[in-house]
């Protein structure tokens, strides 16, 4: 298994910029995931890397604005995140696989270890 801790959350005013981070110990994940959940709302695959390889994914509603990065080194996968909004406002939780779901990254079925969230809120 590969167990996932994520920080680097919290308050940001809109239109500011946060870094949360996910970091990876335990077996090796081919892929990373960022996914986030607002209230009321199902959970929102947002953006996805293929580690070691460094292809990138993003949902419609982060692209642009979201960059999905890794350090090998550190074993630990970034989500920059700019031109924060208020939609934005979620828990954000990374999830790792064992192998590269593809077409199907957005998908939380095809992630078997999850973090515990980490909080992001924009204020205006």
């Known amino acids: 298994r590969v167990q996932l801790v994520e920080s680097g959350g919290g308050s940001v005013q809109a239109g500011g910029s946060l870094t949360p981070s996910c970091a990876a110990s335990g077996d090796t994940a081919k892929s990373i995931a960022w996914f986030r959940q607002a209230p009321g709302k199902e959970r929102e695959g947002i953006a996805a890397?293929?580690?070691?390889?460094?292809?990138?994914y993003y949902a419609d509603s982060v692209m642009g604005r979201f960059t999905i990065s890794e350090d090998n080194a550190k074993r630990t996968v970034y989500l920059q995140m700019n031109s924060l909004k208020s939609e934005d406002n979620a828990m954000y939780y990374c999830?790792?696989?064992?192998?590269?779901?593809?077409?199907?990254?957005?998908?939380?079925?095809?992630?078997?270890?999850w973090g515990q969230g980490t909080q992001v809120t924009t204020v205006s």
């Open positions: 999830a790792a696989a064992e192998w590269w779901p593809g077409v199907r990254w957005y998908l939380e079925r095809e992630y078997e270890n």
């Open positions: 890397i293929f580690s070691g390889v460094g292809s990138t």
